[in-house]
């Protein structure tokens, strides 16, 4: 794992991890280097009574035995001191080994230690065997003496070995002692070898050199043990070396240095044996003295050690310690600040901003001082990152504040221009509606139709940006309008209004409140699925009631979409987001989502069977009605009539059936045709071209109304030519032509003035279909966009 990916607080643990770790391992590995010597000087007392004086004892028993089997060598009978000297060296011997088996001094001895006890134990264990060859004489006075000087000197090895202590100045003194006790044992085997001598009368070959050898090696020895000595040892061992008894034995040493031509030794032998006693037991005093007063003195030195260790070893250990608190409150701190400039961060990317955004969106008024308060971290680095991000969070709201301001001024323009265009359009459509009363000749009123069907389309635009500024369009309905004739009104507002067809629709009705919103938003998908489609195909909309409100469906045959862009449009649309200007491509989703949202219609997008999509449009139940009655008949037109009040226009309807489509008749060319209504509209169903010979058409024609509302029959005599498109100058008609075509239009007029309302009843306002046909409108419209009447019918 990357250390840089650790969070912080990890980071800072490992910094203070291990600089105290480093701390606690370097102050234990003080603590022990301190504690070994310490220990070895405590265990200095255990040495020297545990191995030391059993050791000596052990010594000087051997050298004794030593001297009475050189004398027993020497001589021709048994001698009973021998005995009793083995006896005592046994005992000795059996001392030592108890002591060395003990637990205390195997824990206090290092491992060359314990390698020549067991040397020394080894070597002891050869006493047995060498008493017997001495007793059966199978060894000479030499063999002997090597025997037990062997013996002797693995003693002094492990006492050599004791001599490991720390301390430089007690090392040195227990090595001198060690040679003290070696130059002891060479004055032993120079009383051993003289004694057999004396009792053979003679030396031996080669005694004399050994003899000889021996002294020189004490005296040599000796200098320079007493010369590693402490101050206060030398001027003992000076005063001890200046006694009567070393005196004389120096005297007789020198004598018996002197070669003597008879061989017998030039000393007495009763003077040598009490001067040689007298100096070993003085010497063996002198060091074991000298062994006790080291062992005192090795024991204060190792509590000041142990008390300077532990002095070091709690100040070691409160300086790890307050290391750890100082390093945990600095790091606790760290974490702390750097946790709360993250924390703010968070809180306001997370909340705040988004909060500050939805209640601007929402129209509060927000301090920015307030919803962005300094972060008081220090006047340290953290404290500069704090205070750099109070700028940064400042000025990201007041940015939010600034970019929610701006859109809300986008949003007045959009609605201002939208409110100009609507009354523009509005006094457009006011003007075609007098234009198409005016007009007579079916060419012009034809392309009266299509500016009629292109201002109903701007209308709709013009809404597209109310809608999209947060506002509400200015059409409203007071009373119910039934399904079909909003579903009609909805295909007017489309470009394509001929492809699209009407099939099963059942009756029902929808509140007025809802019905500009609902036919806006059927509109917008209708247009969209004409867009997206072939030109050769098919839209139909359907209409049922369903569980929880009434189902429309407005399916194509088109390219269809993939399943990520259904997804994607359907979450839109049950969202209903804030209108993004990047994505104008799918502006018609939004205005849908925005409707949708205000009435509580649900909208799903899903494939169709035949590869095009299909739009489910649900109305929630609480908008749906029982479907409206129609308007009167022609037999009633004096009651409806007499009503001055009526605004609504007669709108006769077919409930469940479905509703027929009949295509636009070819106009002859040349000629321009009126443009072909939506399919399924009441007014969509135009009669063929009148044949030459075919009168005028009368009010009493069974085939002349659908759906109670007017049917324009284009009357045409053979020799009408069409209007030239290029000339000004139309052509010349005979009388009967002009006849035939005023009757036309005579007949017309009154057909659509005796379905309509009376002309002292004001004009029904509502969305215009291109041929005529209104949706009902009730007078509900804002100053500011008025609806303008639409006529309920065209002279044709």
């Known amino acids: 794992m990357k250390t840089r ?57 051997l050298q004794r035995e030593r001297r009475l089997s050189v004398v027993q060598l020497a001589g021709d009978a048994e001698l009973p001191a021998l005995a009793e000297q083995r006896g005592r060296t046994d005992r000795a011997v059996a001392e030592l080994r108890r002591r060395v088996d003990g637990e205390p001094l195997r824990d206090a001895a290092d491992d060359l230690l314990e390698t020549r006890i067991d040397q020394l134990i080894t070597a002891l264990a050869a006493l047995p065997s060498g008493r017997t060859f001495i007793d059966d004489r199978k060894v000479d006075r030499a063999g002997a003496l090597n025997l037990y000087s062997g013996m002797v000197s693995a003693a002094f090895q492990a006492f050599a070995g004791m001599a490991t202590l720390t301390d430089p100045g007690i090392n040195r003194q227990a090595l001198a002692l060690t040679a003290l006790g070696r130059s002891r044992e060479l004055l032993g085997q120079s009383d051993a070898l003289l004694a057999g001598a004396l009792t053979a009368g003679r030396f031996a070959e080669g005694e004399h050199t050994q003899l000889v050898q021996a002294i020189g090696n004490q005296r040599w020895l000796t200098e320079s043990a007493v010369a590693d000595l402490p101050e206060s040892s030398r001027v003992a061992y000076q005063r001890l070396t200046e006694g009567e008894a070393f005196t004389r034995l120096r005297a007789m040493q020198d004598a018996l240095v002197v070669p003597s031509r008879s061989g017998r030794p030039a000393v007495d032998a009763a003077a040598w044996q009490a001067s040689q006693d007298a100096v070993q037991q003085q010497l063996r005093d002198f060091e074991l003295s000298e062994a006790d007063a080291l062992t005192d003195r090795s024991v204060p030195m190792a509590v000041r050690i142990l008390v300077r260790l532990a ?3 709690v100040l070691g250990l409160v300086a790890v310690v307050v290391s750890v608190l100082v390093a945990l409150r600095v790091g606790r701190t760290l974490v702390r600040r750097l946790s709360g400039v993250r924390t703010a961060a968070l809180e306001l990317a997370e909340h705040r901003l988004p909060d500050v955004v939805t209640r601007l969106r929402r129209g509060e008024q927000v301090d920015v001082a307030r919803e962005a ?21 400042r000025t990201a709201v007041q940015a939010a504040v600034d970019e929610v301001t701006l859109r809300r001024g986008l949003n007045e323009v959009f609605l201002n221009i939208a409110r100009r265009s609507q009354s523009l359009v509005h006094r457009q459509l006011h003007l075609l509606d007098r234009m198409e009363r005016r007009s007579e000749d079916p060419d012009e009123l034809a392309e009266l139709f299509q500016v009629d069907h292109l201002a109903t389309r701007l209308r709709r635009h013009a809404e597209d940006l109310v809608i999209l500024a947060g506002s509400a369009p200015g059409r409203g309905w007071r009373n119910p309008v039934a399904m079909v004739d909003l579903i009609r009104g909805a295909i007017s507002e489309v470009e394509a209004y001929e492809r699209v067809d009407i099939t099963n629709v059942q009756p029902a009705g929808v509140l007025g409140r809802a019905v500009g919103d609902v036919i806006h938003l059927l509109a917008e998908l209708v247009e969209n699925a004409t867009a997206f489609s072939p030109p050769d195909t098919r839209v139909t909309v359907t209409g049922a009631q ?15 979409m993939s399943d990520t862009a259904l997804e994607t449009a359907n979450t839109r649309l049950a969202s209903s987001p804030e209108f993004d200007p990047a994505q104008s491509a799918r502006l018609g989703l939004f205005v849908v989502a925005r409707l949708a949202a205000r009435h509580g219609v649900r909208v799903r997008l899903r494939p169709s069977g035949e590869g095009g999509v299909t739009a489910v449009v649900l109305l929630p139940g609480d908008l749906i009605t029982t479907e409206p009655p129609a308007g009167p008949d022609p037999a ?13 226009v007669r709108t006769a309807r077919r409930g469940a059936v479905t509703r027929p489509r009949t295509r636009p008749p070819t106009a002859p060319t040349g000629s321009t045709a009126p443009p072909a209504p939506p399919a399924g509209a009441p007014t969509s169903v135009t009669a063929p071209a009148s044949t030459p010979d075919e009168g005028p058409a009368t009010s009493d024609e069974p085939d002349d109304e659908l759906d109670g509302l007017p049917r324009r029959v284009r009357r045409r005599t053979p020799a009408a030519q069409p209007r030239s498109t290029v000339g000004d100058t139309p052509s010349p008609r005979s009388p009967e032509e002009v006849r035939q ?5 005579q007949a017309g007029t009154a057909r659509g003035r005796a ?17 005529g046909s209104a949706v009902p409108t009730a007078p509900t419209d804002p100053p500011t966009s008025p609806e303008p009447p639409t006529a309920t019918e065209r002279d044709a």
Do not use: C
């Open 741 to 745: 075509v005023m009757a036309a239009l």
């Open 5 to 61: 990916d650790w969070p912080i607080r990890s980071k800072l643990t490992a910094l203070v991890v291990a600089p105290v770790t480093a701390l606690l391992a370097l102050w234990i590995f003080a603590t022990s280097l301190t504690f070994g010597p310490a220990l070895n000087l405590l265990s200095a007392r255990t040495l020297l009574y545990d191995l030391g004086r059993p050791g000596e004892a052990v010594v000087t028993e």
């Open 546 to 560: 369903v569980a929880n409100g009434y189902a429309l469906e407005i399916t194509d045959q088109g390219l269809g």
């Open 311 to 313: 002095a070091a070893g």
């Open 373 to 393: 308060p300094p972060l008081e971290y220090g006047h340290d680095e953290i404290g500069e990152v704090g205070r750099a991000f109070t700028e940064v969070q």
């Open 636 to 648: 009633t037109l004096g009651a409806a009539s007499a009503d001055p009040g009526r605004r609504l």
């Open 755 to 771: 379905t309509a309302v009376t002309p002292t009843a004001p004009p029904s306002t509502g969305p215009t279909t291109p041929t």
